[in-house]
């Protein structure tokens, strides 16, 4: 399929989203009922099986609720019931039980993004979908946006939405900036299957300058990431073999030896530098930032699926007329970036804690850390969570 030709359209609402992960397909599918017409292009030629385990938590979960889509992924989802930080060796610190949450609210999926994102493309329907497309050029021309693409054809649009994460091609375009600060640490993502860990318990575990997670999923398969304080781009760690992933975490306990034993090769590594993307302004003109390239952060509060959904519902409801487009996004920009940034710091907060390379700073953290009341940790995650959620 190939983007609509240059035309004066007058209703309804002409978009093109960029970008076909989680933040792209929810705000079509949430737009196709509200009669838009609607093109979403993606780079990739084909939908492609990538990326590990995410995290939904309650705030995604209960919008999947109420938008009538949480059926479509209830086959593939595993429940947590507690997340538990722990030293490396696997002594608690703290546990943060979610019953309380998944009776009055909603509850807390793991599941792969693959199945996520193959359940969101299905629920799709009038959309435009061009595979193998990218953007080449983006100008916004006041009462329109032109906008050409890798199959040399140019076509208008009332709205232009970057969901086109991290590196966005859109952010680049309309703010001549990258925005991206590394974090000073990178993370290794791994699957395996057949490791019998706790079912309803995510667990991470802190080491000194490394980290080590358990994210059980469905199927007997367990998410596994392993963070480590790093230089950027560093090729030996893009590249590490087996042996020396296994050295570097050869100090941490329970059921980690098992975990890194199941690897079969080092090609089942996913390797990222860990950024944060800061920006003032999500918008410009009738250009709109949504997801990673709008506030990309941090994994620590396994939120980026969540903030995600729940920029595509917030954009979704403040869209209206395209004569007020812009108005528009000046309500999603007040609605969002509080939120969002709020988030963000929170995440880069735990990072930093979880990330200490002093030894003695790190008994002093797990001595302070295991003595704060549980509950104090569960009130400010409600209190991110679950209070300053609003529509």
């Known amino acids: 399929m190939s983007p609509s030709p240059v035309h004066q359209s007058q ?5 093109l989203v960029v970008g076909g992960g989680i933040a792209g397909i929810m705000l079509a599918i949430l737009l196709e009922r509200k009669g838009y017409n609607i093109t979403l292009v993606e780079q990739s ?5 990538i990326g590990g385990g995410i995290t939904l938590t309650l705030n995604g979960v209960r919008i999947l609720q109420e938008t009538g889509l949480l059926s479509a992924i209830e086959p593939y989802v595993n429940e947590i019931r507690n997340i538990n930080i722990t030293n490396q060796q696997g002594k608690r610190l703290s546990s943060f039980n979610l019953d309380e949450y998944a009776v009055s609210y909603a509850g807390t999926l793991t599941l792969l993004r693959h199945d996520l994102h193959n359940a969101l493309v299905g629920r799709l329907s009038s959309t435009n979908v061009c595979l193998g497309t990218s953007c080449t050029a983006i100008t ?3 009462d329109k946006v032109r906008v050409s693409f890798t199959n040399h054809q140019t076509c208008d649009y009332d709205l232009v939405v970057g969901a086109d994460g991290i590196n966005s091609f859109v952010r680049r375009s309309i703010f001549c900036t990258t925005s991206n600060k590394y ?6 993502r ?12 995510l667990t991470e575990m802190w080491g000194v300058g490394k980290r080590f997670g358990i994210v059980p999923l469905s199927g007997n398969k367990v998410h596994c990431f392993a963070s480590l304080n790093t230089l950027e781009n560093s090729a030996a760690n893009s590249n590490i073999s087996i042996n020396d992933f296994k050295a570097l975490f050869a100090g941490f306990g329970g059921y980690v030896p098992k975990l890194i034993d199941a690897l079969e090769d080092n090609s089942k590594l996913m390797y990222n530098d860990l950024e944060d993307v800061y920006l003032e302004k999500y918008h410009k003109g009738r250009i709109v930032l949504i997801g990673d ?8 509060m396994t939120q980026g699926a969540s903030m995600a959904i729940e920029d595509a519902v917030v954009l979704a409801a403040k869209l209206t007329d395209k004569s007020v487009v812009e108005r528009s996004l000046e309500r999603f ?18 990072g930093k804690i979880g990330q200490l390379n002093n030894p003695h700073l790190c008994r002093l ?3 302070c850390w295991q003595r704060i009341p549980d509950r104090w940790i569960q009130n400010d995650l409600k209190n991110l969570l679950v209070h300053n959620l609003s529509f």
Do not use: C
């Open 293 to 300: 390239a709008a506030h990309g952060m941090t994994p620590n």
């Open 45 to 49: 030629k084909q939908w492609k099986p």
């Open 183 to 188: 974090s000073g640490y990178a993370s290794w």
């Open 333 to 350: 920009q007040a609605a969002r970036s509080s939120r969002t940034r709020s988030v963000q710091k929170k995440s880069n907060l735990l």
């Open 190 to 201: 791994f699957i395996v299957t057949g490791v019998a860990v706790p079912q309803n318990t």
């Open 365 to 367: 953290r797990n001595y």
């Open 140 to 142: 916004d021309e006041g």
């Open 11 to 15: 209703s309804p609402l002409k978009l």
